[in-house]
């Protein structure tokens, strides 16, 4: 046996991905000096009455740096792959394991942007929270290379090899807030139910094997209209498209979400909510909207997927935005809305099989402009609730008056929820423009987009509540201690940045249109 | 097709017929002569002593662990010593002999494989996780 050295250079970013989280393990293993600050203090936080004690800037400051080279790095690698690609066909490599095409280029893409905001914002959170621990680059990387696996999947194999290397990262990082029981809730109830989904998607792997004879997606492809009509196919995709579900939070299989999402350290939690979910929707769209046929091909008909997502749209955005109505945490309103929004890309799978390849662009557009989006409003979240106990002031009265006390988080947090709500200068606008566009070309997704279009007039109510609660509420008189805002320059950056990229995108779509439109 | 499954299927129906008969059996049959002695519960022959639910030192999960990961280490070497030379050919192999050109893929892969074990362990070392004390 033998393999090709040009699948090494066209599986670079995975390849890249995994060596440099080995390489942030290792530096962090052998950073010399201990670090300093409260995970090794005794007592838990609210113990104490007293001030929580600041920590000290610890030795593994420059491994924040380091990670941003890097992932910078591998993203020029990314940008520089679909020249390598000729032809419309993608480049099979490891035996038809993995395909490199424009799709996936562009979704690791995405991740890995969502990834370096991320990093940035996150060490400021992370030292004020006494955890900064060299581990959270390692994971962020290895979780990066899962994602990375299962948007270039082209077998099943790989599908649940992608699968299971991102989400253990996030299993780990979600929990990785030691003293706080609610991160470790959010850690547990994660880590279970992916349990029971990897259970599932396996599963549904092992019934579709079972039916059709091969796991490679090409072949199942071309298989499946003989060997469609047995249950035992059915019953498979339809595990295989439950256990995705869970994997993006849709409803009827979002419980773990919103605890998940509010309870994980915030920076973790936009990891999450952006990486984990464009990945999924990269899988959803390979293994659904490819595999099971597009408006040419009837084999949709054979597994009735698309009527399964049909309601589970409707009920995902619905959902999640009567539940985020009426939160009063700001963490877990973005929670229930970022499941909300899981609906809204459904509308673009859906619009992937019933209107055809014309909804790839709008599709990869909305996961783009969702993904600045919230890592930015993460960050800010993350950035603005510090408080000086330890813990975090994410309900609507802490952040009363935030347009005084701190008017540049306030304005950055403004623009990402009026980016989330769909407001016209934002990518968030055009994302969702795009994607009720192209919906419309078929008549029978025009009950979807108007349930769609009602839900983002919903969402409009509960994201404008926090801002005015932040402008035109004065602060609650209480002997609490204000929350104390972050300082960091790296963290301040990384926020400007993505609302540069929310804004940017709002003005001109264009450029990022062309190219979601053009990754086939 | 289906019919291939049917021996599965009246495997699985005896094994639920046979547990089933064999307890009612036991149920209705066995005489029933309690006394304070055959009631009492028993570990190994001795009473038993104390609650089993006490806590123990987090450490034995932590080596547990991390015997998992170097005993997956060993359990892909096994399979891989096996394949070796068919891993290490590109022609047929017939014996022990390599009937093409021999490549280093077999040893490369495994060195990859172990590379990376190898990296995990100096993680645990040096994050003083394989010390007990």
Redesign the interface.
């Known amino acids: 046996?033998?393999?090709d050295v040009a699948d090494l250079q066209n599986s670079a970013p995975l390849l890249l991905l995994t060596v440099a989280g080995?390489v942030l393990?290792?530096l962090?293993?052998?950073s010399r000096s201990k670090l300093v600050g409260a995970p090794y203090q005794k007592k838990m936080p609210a113990e104490t009455s007293e001030a929580y004690p600041l920590p000290v800037a610890g030795s593994r400051g420059y491994l924040m740096p380091v990670t941003v080279l890097l992932l910078l790095g591998i993203l020029a690698v990314v940008a520089w792959l679909p020249g390598q690609i000729h032809g419309d066909h993608g480049v099979f490599m490891y035996r038809d394991m993995l395909v490199l095409d424009r799709f996936g280029l562009l979704v690791s893409g995405i991740c890995i942007v969502g990834a370096i905001l991320g990093v940035m914002t996150a060490p400021a959170f992370l030292r004020a929270h006494g955890l900064e621990m060299g581990e959270y680059y390692a994971l962020v990387m290895f979780s990066l290379a899962g994602m990375v696996i299962l948007v270039m999947a082209a077998d099943l194999v790989t599908v649940f090899l992608g699968v299971e290397i991102m989400s253990l990262g996030v299993y780990v990082l979600a929990g990785m807030w030691r003293k706080s029981q609610r991160s470790a809730e959010a850690a547990m109830k994660y880590f279970l139910v992916g349990a029971f989904v990897s259970g599932l998607l396996l599963y549904g792997i092992a019934l579709v094997y079972g039916s059709v004879g091969t796991t490679l997606l090409s072949e199942i492809r071309s298989r499946a209209p003989v060997f469609a009509s047995r249950p035992l196919f059915y019953i498979g995709w339809m595990l295989i498209f439950v256990s995705f579900l869970f994997k993006v939070a849709a409803v009827p299989f979002h419980m773990w979400a919103p605890d998940t999402y509010d309870g994980a350290p915030t920076p973790v939690s936009g990891f999450m909510m952006t990486g984990v979910k464009a990945a999924a929707f990269a899988g959803l769209y390979r293994l659904f909207a490819v595999t099971l046929g597009d408006s040419q091909n009837a084999l949709q008909a054979y597994t009735g997927w698309v009527h399964a997502a049909y309601g589970i749209a409707i009920l995902t955005m619905t959902l999640g935005n009567l539940a985020a109505l009426h939160q009063e945490s700001i963490k877990r309103m973005l929670a229930y809305s970022s499941i909300a929004h899981a609906g809204y890309l459904l509308i673009g799978l859906i619009a992937m099989a019933v209107v055809g390849d014309s909804a790839r662009g709008p599709l990869l557009f909305y996961l783009a402009a969702y993904t600045v989006t919230v890592v930015g409003a993460m960050g800010v979240v993350g950035w603005l609730s510090r408080d000086l106990r330890g813990g975090e002031r994410l309900t609507l009265d802490d952040w009363a008056g935030m347009g005084q006390r701190h008017p540049a988080g306030a304005l950055a947090m403004t623009i990402f929820l009026l980016s989330l709500g769909g407001f016209p200068p934002t990518a968030g606008f055009f994302g969702k423009f795009y994607l009720f566009r192209v919906a419309l070309e078929k008549p029978s997704l025009l009950p979807l987009v108007l349930i769609g279009i009602a839900n983002s007039l919903i969402s409009v109510y509960y994201y404008l509540r926090v801002i005015t609660a932040m402008y035109f509420r004065a602060p609650a008189p209480s002997s609490e201690p204000a929350s104390e805002p972050l300082s960091s320059t790296a963290l301040s950056v990384g926020v400007l940045i993505a609302a540069l990229l929310v804004l940017g995108l709002g003005l001109m779509p264009e450029w990022l249109a062309n190219l979601c439109a053009a990754a086939n | 097709m289906s019919v291939d499954y049917a021996p599965t299927l009246v495997a699985i129906l005896f094994g639920i017929g046979f547990s089933c008969f064999f307890m009612a059996l036991a149920v209705f049959l066995g005489p029933k002569r309690p006394d304070p002695e055959k009631l009492s519960p028993f570990e190994c022959g001795s009473d038993p002593i104390g609650s089993p639910r006490v806590r123990f030192s987090v450490k034995f999960y932590q080596v547990a662990i991390l015997f998992l990961i170097f005993d997956i280490e060993s359990a892909f070497l096994y399979p891989w010593a096996a394949l070796y030379r068919r891993l290490s050919c590109l022609g047929t192999v017939s014996g022990t002999q390599c009937l093409g050109t021999v490549t280093a893929f077999g040893f490369v892969e495994m060195l990859v494989f172990i590379g990376t074990l190898v990296v995990a362990l100096a993680y645990v070392w040096r994050k003083r996780a394989i010390g007990w004390g």
């Open positions: 046996m033998t393999f080995l393990m290792l962090d293993a052998f």
